[in-house]
Nanobody, 118 residues
Framework: QVQLVESGGGLVQPGGSLSLSCAAS????????MGWYRQAPGKQRELVAQMTSDGLTNYADSVKGRFTISRDNAKNTVYLQMNSLKPSDTAVYYCNAQREANPVIDYWGQGTQVTVTS
């Protein structure tokens, strides 16, 4: 059974930091690209950051220089370090696993709320 379990969300003031974790199980973690997406109220889900199985990263322009994605294949866990948070970062953050070969398969976590407010 595939599971992606996010943790680490919460309430933080502007300029603060949060670290998200996503513990994965039930699939071959090391051969999947792992990513974080977010969805704010009334908006579409968007890519925040992704790391391929080879360690290549891709970030949304809005978070470059502030967020860092990393993964630990030994622990089947992906992380998102978020610094200099802004109110516009407020959203539900979802962990994603994407198989890097055909057929492409996507798995999603249940989401964790991040709220940035003074």
């Amino acid at each position: 059974q595939v599971q992606l379990v996010e943790s680490g969300g919460g309430l933080v003031q502007p300029g603060g930091s949060l670290s998200l974790s996503c513990a994965a199980s039930g699939f071959a973690f090391s051969i999947y690209a792992m990513g974080w997406y977010r969805q704010a109220p009334g908006k579409q889900r968007e890519l925040v950051a992704q790391m391929t199985s080879d360690g290549l990263t891709n970030y949304a322009d809005s978070v470059k220089g502030r967020f860092t994605i990393s993964r630990d294949n030994a622990k089947n866990t992906v992380y998102l370090q978020m610094n200099s948070l802004k109110p516009s970062d407020t959203a539900v953050y979802y962990c994603n696993a994407q198989r890097e070969a055909n057929p492409v398969i996507d798995y999603w976590g249940q989401g964790t709320q991040v709220t940035v407010t003074s």
